[in-house]
């Protein structure tokens, strides 16, 4: 991997990582579009980098984080499930289907379908408004729809969005659910993945973990603000539809 292609896979993470069309996908076309093969540290590499992203949610909602515990309660009861589950299937998830283009763009292309019509239920039955108002055993289930995030192209945000409209969150509130979420989610499969791999990286392979850290952050950044600004007015469909577009084009393009 080149610098160049280190920066741009940050790019592509950080502006994908909140995003319901699945930031690990879309890195993983996006290497196999470059020619980036999908070696150990490639896979770590793709993991790693969504720290970046993380931090960019932090720097913007540390001020409501640290002074409402109502809101920890549920970002811990819905991180539970994802958080076992992640422990246990951890090495089937990295050894077999991290890197899988088949499989992620066959997942892009059915979660699209998901987050249609998810959406379509949501402008009828979705009720809530505040993520505090949130029920406990609500924010469990929304949980166990991020667990279905392990696969690659199934996108963690689309699934936490899915599931929380489907319990009831109005859009805005499933969208700023799902960016608190990943705060414990991806600092735990983020710090894992690397405990488990640092000791195969070389001194320049940290080098471009540095640069895809960095750019992944500053374009999240914009990515966290502008989508929330549109969810506030807009549908999900835009985002259904690219999913399934993009997965039909790699599949009609790589396996046709």
Same mark, same amino acid.
Request: net charge positive.
């Given at each position: 991997m080149e610098a160049?292609? @280190?920066?741009?896979?940050?790019?592509? %993470?950080?502006?994908?990582e909140f995003l319901p069309i699945s930031s690990t996908g879309h890195l993983i076309l996006t290497s196999h579009i470059m020619g980036i093969p999908q070696d150990s *540290?490639?896979? /770590? *590499? %793709?993991?790693?980098?969504?720290?970046?992203?993380?931090? @960019?949610?932090?720097?913007? &909602?540390? +001020?409501?984080?640290?002074? =409402?515990?109502q809101l920890w309660k549920r970002i811990i009861v819905a991180f539970f499930p994802?958080?076992?589950?992640?422990?246990?299937? &951890?090495?089937?998830?990295?050894? &077999?289907?991290?890197?899988n283009d088949l499989v992620t763009s066959l997942a892009l292309i059915g979660g699209g379908l998901f987050l249609l019509v998810a959406d379509r239920v949501c402008s009828k039955f979705c009720y809530i408004r505040n993520v505090e108002d949130l029920p406990l055993l609500r924010a469990f289930a929304i949980g166990v729809f991020q667990a279905l995030a392990m696969v690659p192209g199934v996108s963690r945000s689309g699934a936490t969005i899915i599931g929380g409209m489907l319990m009831g969150l =109005? +859009?805005?509130? @499933?969208? %700023? *659910?799902? *960016?608190l979420l990943a705060i414990p989610t991806m600092m735990a499969a983020t710090s894992y993945d690397l405990y488990k791999s640092h000791h195969n990286f070389q001194w320049q392979e940290w080098h471009l973990l540095l640069l895809g850290f960095v750019s992944a952050f500053l374009s999240?950044?914009? @990515?966290?603000?502008?989508?929330?600004?549109?969810? /506030? /007015?807009?549908?999900?469909?835009?985002f259904g539809? &690219?999913?399934i577009l993009v997965g039909a084009l790699y599949l009609s393009i790589f396996y046709l």
């Amino acid at each position: 991997m080149e610098a160049y292609q @280190a920066v741009l896979l940050g790019v592509v %993470e950080g502006l994908t990582e909140f995003l319901p069309i699945s930031s690990t996908g879309h890195l993983i076309l996006t290497s196999h579009i470059m020619g980036i093969p999908q070696d150990s *540290f490639t896979k /770590s *590499f %793709e993991i790693s980098i969504q720290m970046g992203a993380i931090m @960019a949610v932090l720097f913007l &909602y540390w +001020r409501r984080i640290v002074k =409402n515990p109502q809101l920890w309660k549920r970002i811990i009861v819905a991180f539970f499930p994802t958080g076992v589950l992640g422990f246990l299937l &951890y090495k089937l998830v990295k050894n &077999y289907l991290i890197g899988n283009d088949l499989v992620t763009s066959l997942a892009l292309i059915g979660g699209g379908l998901f987050l249609l019509v998810a959406d379509r239920v949501c402008s009828k039955f979705c009720y809530i408004r505040n993520v505090e108002d949130l029920p406990l055993l609500r924010a469990f289930a929304i949980g166990v729809f991020q667990a279905l995030a392990m696969v690659p192209g199934v996108s963690r945000s689309g699934a936490t969005i899915i599931g929380g409209m489907l319990m009831g969150l =109005n +859009r805005k509130a @499933a969208t %700023e *659910f799902s *960016f608190l979420l990943a705060i414990p989610t991806m600092m735990a499969a983020t710090s894992y993945d690397l405990y488990k791999s640092h000791h195969n990286f070389q001194w320049q392979e940290w080098h471009l973990l540095l640069l895809g850290f960095v750019s992944a952050f500053l374009s999240a950044l914009l @990515a966290v603000k502008v989508f929330l600004r549109f969810v /506030s /007015s807009h549908s999900f469909v835009p985002f259904g539809v &690219y999913r399934i577009l993009v997965g039909a084009l790699y599949l009609s393009i790589f396996y046709l």
